[in-house]
């Protein structure tokens, strides 16, 4: 998601989301692989401001992403590299006007 090439890993999404049908993850239980988007591992689980260390809906949503809207976008698109890319760039971007428009 953040446009970095390297140290990737898979970040599972647990919070339900009824627009696209995924239930709420459990205690104890790991989201299907469906639900993931790509993240540096110090975004994922090792900075402080990391995904792990937070509200996972707040901290996407202080991202500007829709991480499931992505995560499904990109299982439609599974073996796709390069559709899979525009999809995070395009989600990069959205984030970014987003975020332009706050400052303004």
């Known amino acids: 998601m953040t446009g970095k090439f390297g140290d990737i890993h898979a970040a599972h999404i647990r919070y339900g989301d009824p627009r696209f049908g995924k239930r709420a993850t459990g205690m104890g239980e790991k989201a299907d692989d469906k639900w993931t988007v790509p993240l540096c591992a110090e975004q994922h689980v090792f900075g402080d401001g990391a995904q792990h260390a937070a509200n996972e809906r707040r901290w996407w949503a202080a991202k500007g992403i829709d991480p499931v809207a992505v995560a499904v976008a990109?299982?439609?698109?599974?073996?796709?590299?390069?559709?899979?890319?525009?999809?995070?760039?395009?989600?990069?971007?959205?984030?970014?006007?987003?975020?332009?428009?706050?400052?303004?």
């Open 74 to 104: 990109l299982w439609t698109a599974s073996g796709d590299d390069e559709t899979a890319e525009q999809i995070l760039s395009e989600a990069r971007e959205q984030a970014r006007k987003l975020k332009q428009g706050e400052r303004q």
